[in-house]
């Protein structure tokens, strides 16, 4: 009796997860399901099994157009984003502990900004530049937001770094672009990948950033809810449901590049050893 009851104390932590998983994937499987039918309206009963709303997703140049513009923003503001942060990474290294992690806290506040007050104050601010809405203020809002992002996650790696290989290399010539370069970057590529995957998916998924900074130019979250004001049709859940394929892929993308350069370096750094 002991035994099955702490069987069962085990499983319950298990059985939690996988409700707590299905709960939130219901809201995914319905707009999967609402997709593959060959109906004209959302809803039960569905119709017959068919890819008809994902031919006409595909088919429409405006879909493209947007996905272009999403896809183009995400890669442009992750390097963007990426080499600010991690300039911000390393000048807070300069500090000690303390100061360095207040300075962090202190660059994380366009992340911990409401959205609409964010984007509302990017708009001001670009008006004050001279600066009309477009892809360009896209950019500069996006990598903004992101930036703070990033920049923790390289510091993280940062810390992670083995000092003495970085003093080492400073010992043996090398100035502090070469020992960077040399040293500190190939254990950054994990943090450095996964700062970015975020960064462009952050950017990819921005819908009140490039509502207020977009002008004329349209991304796909943006496009998917202006026509969503017209009423929720099969069409818009299959081009949502080819959105999150495609998030799922970059998600899936940074994982296997992150963990494919952590088993190199240690693979590396085994060989090096001897191990």
């Not at 493209?64 to 992750?78: K, Q, T, Y």
């Not at 959205?115 to 708009?123: E, F, K, N, Q, T």
């Not at 998600?251 to 088993?263: D, E, N, T």
Request: hydrophobic share 55%.
């Amino acid at each position: 009796m002991t035994n099955r009851g702490v069987v069962t104390t085990a499983r319950f932590p298990d059985a939690a997860y996988w409700a707590a998983v299905a709960l939130l994937s219901l809201p995914l499987a319905l707009l999967l399901v609402t997709s593959l039918t060959d109906a004209t309206v959302v809803g039960f009963p569905l119709g017959h099994p068919s890819l008809r709303w994902y031919r006409a997703a595909l088919s429409d140049g405006t879909n493209g157009r947007a996905f272009a513009i999403s896809v183009g923003l995400a890669i442009c503001s992750a390097g963007c984003a990426a080499v600010a942060g991690t300039w911000i990474a390393l000048a807070a290294r300069m500090f000690g502990p303390r100061l360095r992690w207040l300075l962090l806290a202190g660059a994380m506040a366009p992340l911990a900004t409401p959205g609409i007050v964010h984007a509302v104050s990017l708009r001001i601010a670009i008006r004050q530049v001279g600066l009309d809405p477009g892809l360009l203020a896209m950019l500069l809002g996006h990598t903004v937001h992101a930036t703070p992002l990033t920049a923790i996650m390289i510091a993280a790696g940062l810390d992670a770094t083995p000092r003495d290989l970085v003093d080492a290399a400073r010992d043996l010539g090398a100035g502090p672009v070469q020992s960077f370069l040399n040293v500190e970057l190939p254990w950054l590529w994990p943090s450095l990948a996964a700062a970015s995957v975020l960064a462009a998916l952050n950017s990819f998924d921005d819908f009140v950033r490039s509502f207020f900074l977009g002008g004329y130019e349209t991304t796909l979250p943006v496009l998917i809810f202006g026509r969503m004001r017209n009423g929720l049709t099969p069409e818009i859940n299959a081009l949502a449901t080819l959105t999150l394929l495609f998030i799922i892929g970059m998600c899936g993308i940074g994982l296997w590049v992150g963990r494919w350069r952590s088993v190199r370096r240690i693979r590396d750094g085994r060989a090096n050893f001897g191990g």
